[in-house]
């Protein structure tokens, strides 16, 4: 069974940095994608940035220039550098994977999530 695991999540003020992990585990034979969404408190959940084969990387218009995804595909891994943070930038941060890999005896290509870290910004 495929699980992501983030990590990197917490507390920090507004215009410094935090940087986020996320590593995929179990039977991968190939890995798509990866990336982050963000939902905040009453609004709807969001793509953050993603990085995958066949579309490359993509940010939010609110985060270009202040934050960095990269991934790791040996390792199934991707992180999310954030620099400049901001209040609006408080959220819950959700791993995003886009994998193939065994499930129930057959090989399948599924989007899987995270269970989601906080990230908080104090003014």
């Known amino acids: 069974q495929v699980q992501l695991v983030e990590s990197g999540g917490g507390l920090v003020q507004a215009g410094g940095s935090l940087r986020l992990s996320c590593a995929a585990s179990?039977?991968?034979?190939?890995?798509?994608?990866m990336g982050w969404y963000r939902q905040a408190p009453g609004k709807q959940r969001e793509l953050v940035a993603q990085?995958?084969?066949?579309?490359?990387?993509n940010y939010a218009d609110s985060v270009k220039g202040r934050f960095t995804i990269s991934r790791d595909v040996g390792k199934n891994t991707v992180y999310l550098q954030m620099n400049g943070v901001k209040p609006e930038d408080t959220a819950v941060y959700y791993c995003?994977?886009?994998?193939?890999?065994?499930?129930?005896?057959?090989?399948?290509?599924?989007?899987?999530w995270g269970q989601g870290t906080q990230v908080t910004v104090s003014s």
């Open positions: 990085e995958s084969n066949e579309s490359n990387t």
């Open positions: 995003w994977a886009d994998l193939v890999g065994w499930k129930d005896h057959e090989i399948t290509r599924n989007i899987y």
């Open positions: 179990g039977n991968i034979l190939t890995n798509n994608g």
